[in-house]
């Protein structure tokens, strides 16, 4: 079982499932940060004349001991390489000299899709604590008779 130190410096034991479950909400909490800035740059053109937009970000995550335990963390964070759409808008300021406007590689629907996703994903983990946190009362009520 993994311990972690108590803030008297003493070890406490920690459920295996909570330890996972906890680097888990962690890692979603990440993925739903990322998808609101891709959200919130989706109309973010270039701020140069004929330059690049924003470009989507794509978190990847990978397993990870943590605590005794195996957890999965936010191992980094890709650009999308996907290709900009382009508009002919020679009046706008971030027009190249062609007259044309790229837009970010943001998908607004695609981005709800994956924050749906990722806040079921956070809800599944709450619930596998809970379980847990259920199951450790239930054993200790068990002991105590």
């Known amino acids: 079982m993994p311990t972690i130190k108590s803030q008297r410096g003493e070890n406490l034991v920690q459920n295996s499932a909570m330890v996972a ?8 909490q990440a993925r739903m ?6 959200i919130a740059n989706a109309q973010s053109t270039a701020k140069t004349p004929g330059g690049d937009p924003y ?11 943590i605590d005794g335990t195996t957890g999965v963390r936010l191992a980094q ?3 999308d390489m996907s290709d900009f759409s382009v508009e002919y808008d020679p009046s ?8 044309y406007v790229k837009r970010p590689n943001v998908n ?3 981005e709800t899709m994956d924050m749906r996703e990722a806040q079921r994903a956070y809800e599944a983990n709450l619930n596998v604590i809970d379980t847990a946190r259920a199951m450790q009362q239930r054993t200790i009520d068990i002991l105590k008779r």
């Open 33 to 38: 940060r990322i998808i609101a800035e891709n």
């Open 21 to 28: 479950a906890a680097s888990a909400l962690k890692a979603q």
């Open 108 to 110: 607004s629907l695609i």
């Open 77 to 79: 964070v890709k650009p």
């Open 55 to 65: 470009r989507r970000q794509v978190p990847v995550f990978q397993a990870a001991p």
């Open 92 to 99: 706008h300021p971030a027009a190249d000299v062609k007259g």
